[in-house]
């Protein structure tokens, strides 16, 4: 019970640097550390989980301080939920510009390039966490009192899955409606309202069909016909920004057998799309350094056709 509860909690947290990737969230100054404390410490619990929960049958102190775990287990999802509830609103105060829009499908988030703006409620959700912050400090300080084991944990790191836009669409049952507002929010702007490429972004907990939604909007016939050009692109872990290129520029029906270097393939790629409207989809988006997207971005911002999307999935 307390494992599951604290690999949810370091879901969320990585949930959030998934945001700040797609520089649609900005954290309060400092609070970037505090949540990459909160992380380390909850992986270093994490790794003595397994001893715990067995010495806790015959030690009174560990079953204690097990309870402990799980209260503020329990307290730093509500935190993080409330994370997700405050970009909720202050996106709804941006919606009365009916060119941005944020819309909640399932369990995850749809975001849809805003900035969290309202102070305030950053500066809650900061004190929030730091709050939290020291509640973990003094259950980590206690941990070490008790000598765990560490668990032993597999060197090899895991496998990726590739992932393609191919999908039987009969399969797929109740995610029409999801599927629906996706497709509204990629079509409904008109070209004179909003910037010449916006982002779009499904970020939420792993496993809960971001990729197979990505997929149904990829196919749909509305979504076919509106974008000129459409590229699926899995880009996964390790980020490379060569490989990434040249498969944007092979969606675009383009040969880049010949290209090596990041440059000369941007520039092709800028050829490419020269007139067009396109959707490209960036799926399985691990890399949290925004910055290297910046030199993608920019390139495909020239010379497209306004209404031109970025659609992006996290794991």
């Keep these: 019970m307390v494992d599951a509860l604290v690999s949810v909690v370091l879901e969320q947290l990585s949930s959030i640097f998934a945001q700040e990737v797609q520089q649609e969230v900005r954290l309060v100054a400092g609070v970037k550390n505090e949540v990459r404390k909160l992380e380390s410490n909850f992986q270093a619990i994490q790794d003595v989980l397994a001893d715990a929960e067995q010495r806790q049958l015959k030690e009174e102190s560990i079953k204690r301080w097990m309870g402990q775990l799980k209260d503020v287990s329990y307290d730093m999802d509500d935190v993080l939920d409330a994370w997700s509830t405050a970009i909720a609103k202050s996106q709804m105060k941006v919606n009365e510009h009916p060119h941005k829009t944020i819309k909640k499908v399932c369990s995850f988030m749809i975001f849809s390039c805003f900035c969290f703006r309202e102070v305030g409620l950053r500066c809650h959700v900061a004190r929030n966490i730091q709050t939290q912050n020291d509640r973990i400090d003094g259950i ?21 899955k590739i992932t393609a836009s191919v999908i039987d669409a009969t399969e797929i049952k109740g995610r029409e409606k999801d599927k629906g507002t996706i497709v509204k929010m990629l079509l409904s702007e008109s070209s004179d309202q909003g910037p010449t490429l916006r982002t779009i972004s499904l970020v939420g907990m792993g496993g809960i069909g971001k990729t ?104």
């Design 140 to 160: 980590v300080s206690e941990k070490n009192t008790f000598n765990f084991k560490l668990s032993e944990r597999e060197t090899k790191l895991p496998e990726r």
């Design 212 to 315: 197979t939604l990505a997929q149904l909007v990829y196919n749909d016939h509305e979504v076919e016909t509106y974008f000129g050009k459409r590229i699926w692109v899995c880009v996964s872990d390790p980020f490379d920004e060569i490989r990434i290129a040249k498969a944007i520029h092979i969606g675009l029906n383009e040969s880049a057998h010949d290209l090596n270097e990041l440059q000369p393939l941007l520039e092709k790629i800028q050829e490419s799309i020269r007139g067009k409207r396109f959707l490209l989809i960036l799926d399985d988006v691990w890399n949290e350094d925004a910055t290297k997207w910046e030199q993608l971005k920019n390139s495909l911002k020239r010379g497209c056709l306004p209404g031109s999307r970025f659609l992006v999935t996290t794991p």
